[in-house]
Structures are given as C-alpha cells and as structure tokens.
Nanobody, 116 residues
C-alpha cells in the first residue's frame, strides 16, 4: 500500500508564497509520475503540475511562471513552490502519483487559501 503525505498548505495574502511537500511511503516506492492537482469549491479537480521519472515537467497554463515543481533524487518527495499567489489559486491541493505498476494514488489534500 502506498501513502502520500502532503504538507505546507495554509493562508497567505495575494502575492505571497507557499511551498507544498508530498512524501511517498509504503510498498511501492518507484513512480513513473508524481505531481499536484487542485480542486476549488464547486469546481472539478485539475492538474497543476507534474514531474516524470525522467525529469520532464508539465504545468497548467494558469500557473506557468509562478509555480515550480521539483523532486528529490530518490523520487519519493515532490515539492511545489508557489510564488505570486492569487485568490484564484485557493483550493485543496492533492498530491498524486502513478506507480511503475500503473496504479494511481492520491494524498488526502492540503488547503491553500489566498486572501485578497
């Protein structure tokens, strides 16, 4: 069983920064892809950023230039550095991972609130 534990959410003013972390543990510790989704109230869950095992990254258009995803060399922890935050970034942020076996895993989410 795989567990994804997120941390780093909180309340910040417009223009501020936060850094989210997600650490994987459990039986499967090799992943093809890890990243972050977010879900705002009344909205669908959307991809924010992802990083593949080969280091390739992908960002949603809305966060390009403001957010940066990175990972540890062991590929067990991924980070999301969020700068110049806007009220529209307010959401629950979920870590996700696709294991080499093809299984898909989610964290429980961490709340990010950006005040105007």
């Amino acid at each position: 069983q795989v567990q994804l534990a997120e941390s780093g959410g909180g309340l910040v003013q417009t223009g501020g920064s936060l850094r989210l972390s997600c650490t994987a543990s459990g039986r499967i510790l090799s992943f093809n892809l890890m990243g972050w989704y977010r879900q705002a109230p009344g909205e669908q869950r959307e991809l924010v950023a992802s990083i593949a095992a080969n280091g390739a990254v992908n960002y949603a258009d809305s966060v390009t230039g403001r957010f940066r995803i990175s990972r540890t060399n062991t590929y067990r922890t991924v980070y999301l550095q969020m700068d110049n935050l806007k009220p529209d970034d307010t959401a629950v942020y979920y870590c996700h991972a696709i294991a080499v076996t093809g299984s898909f895993h989610w964290g429980r989410g961490t709340q990010v609130t950006v005040s105007s």
